[in-house]
């Protein structure tokens, strides 16, 4: 899959209101309508990423052969349960440091890290189970400890950080794929990933969080026309 990175820094962009097609608008429209209306730019990013996903054990090196810069690691290695089954005992930061060690080694600058309270696999007993996994009130305050701690820890500030650890890691993804993957209801999501967000830019305040992104398979099973969309994605 792609995630992704390629600069274009010190690239001009050109404005969409620049050039020959500029010259054709004004030809054909009033120069009042021009002097009421002025042409409109949208401001973009100078930057995109492109990477791999997913990055697991054993074969950085095979993708570094690529020389693509970015990976996005697969997060049930390193979900909150896993790295926590005992919500009484200190966390294991092993399960995610030798994962981002393997990567940065092989040369990838720009890792990407989906944080997941569970897994198929997993479950430390602090949320609400596979079907609604969102941290009951009574761990809230460890959930967010945990999200905290991982940013912390690769953040490359001198504080708390992963030995060895070459670059800062910015991107985090609060779950993945909101779907089956992550069945809770839209207002639970979003209730975790506001205590996620805050928890993040607590630790590291250039911290890029995103949200989970969508899987709607449902919403297709029918093969709806465009007309279906809208109730088919309701």
Not at 46 to 61: M, P, R, S
Not at 71 to 86: C, G, H, I, N, S
Request: net charge negative.
């Amino acid at each position: 899959g792609i995630v992704g990175k390629a600069t274009s820094k010190n690239k001009k962009q050109d404005s969409p209101s620049d050039g020959p097609q500029n010259e054709q608008i004004e030809n054909k429209k009033p120069s009042s309508e021009l002097s009421q209306k002025p042409a409109q730019t949208t401001k973009q990013s100078q930057e995109i990423i492109i990477g791999i996903e997913y990055g697991f054990e054993d074969i950085a090196n095979l993708f570094s052969g690529l020389k693509i810069p970015a990976v996005k690691l697969l997060p049930e290695k390193f979900d909150w349960a896993k790295t926590q089954p005992d919500v009484s005992k200190p966390i294991n930061w092993a399960l995610s440091d030798n994962l981002i060690r393997e990567y940065q080694k092989a040369g990838f600058k720009e890792i990407v890290m989906g944080l997941r309270v569970q897994s198929h696999d997993s479950d430390n007993g602090a949320t609400y189970g596979k079907k609604r996994p969102i941290p009951k009130p009574e761990y809230r305050d460890l959930y967010t400890a945990w999200i905290k701690g991982m940013v912390e820890r690769y953040d490359k500030d001198g504080k708390d950080d992963m030995p060895d650890l070459e670059y800062p890691i910015r991107y985090y993804e609060i779950e993945v794929e909101f779907t089956s993957y992550t069945p809770e209801s839209a207002d639970d999501y979003l209730d975790k990933l506001r205590i996620a967000y805050k928890a993040a830019h607590d630790a590291y305040s250039n911290v890029i969080v995103a949200h989970s992104a969508f899987l709607p398979w449902t919403a297709v099973d029918d093969n709806p026309t465009a007309v279906q969309y809208e109730k088919s994605f309701a």
